[in-house]
């Protein structure tokens, strides 16, 4: 069966976006690891669920803004289709400010079926996890939930 590369996790209304446990702790822990740098990664997974992440190298020096070169990326895309998942969401820290979109955040967003989560290192102790949906030309919060499911 043909899946496609590109996922869609809001787009069922009886299954809510989940993150696995062990995914969410992984982020954090490199994320801290790159504090006080900005550190981004690919989520990917099937459905609504994920259960794997890619981390992404930094591009450029502005440490304020997100964004990617295209070569790691395509090769991050190309990782995913191969392990027959689907690409659902992306992940970048704010080490420091709130876990709020920033004008540039929007200005740089081009997959609104994704996920778009943000996460929020101003105390680093506590670090405040976001996930928004692109809706009407804006970021929506969404809630998720977490999962333990073993693979
Ligand atoms: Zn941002």
Same mark, same amino acid.
């Given at each position: 069966m043909y899946i496609d *590369? *590109?996922?869609?996790?809001?787009?069922?209304?009886?299954t809510r976006l989940s993150i696995a446990r062990k995914v969410q702790k992984q982020l954090l822990a490199e994320a801290q690891a790159s504090w006080p740098h900005e550190y981004s990664a690919l989520l990917y997974g099937r459905g609504a669920s994920i259960c794997g992440h890619l981390a992404m190298p930094a591009s450029g020096h502005d440490r304020h803004s997100f964004s990617w070169d295209g070569p790691p990326f395509l090769q991050a895309l190309k990782q995913i289709r191969h392990s027959r998942m689907q690409w659902l969401g992306v992940l970048h820290s704010h080490p420091h400010t709130p876990p709020t979109p920033s004008s540039h955040d929007a200005a740089g967003w081009h997959y609104p079926s994704l996920s778009y989560w943000i996460l929020g290192m101003q105390t680093p102790a506590t670090p405040l996890w976001r996930v928004y949906q692109w809706v009407d030309g804006g970021f929506a919060v969404r809630s998720y939930t977490v999962s333990d499911d073993s693979e």
């Open positions: *590369l *590109l996922g869609e996790p809001f787009a069922s209304k009886d």
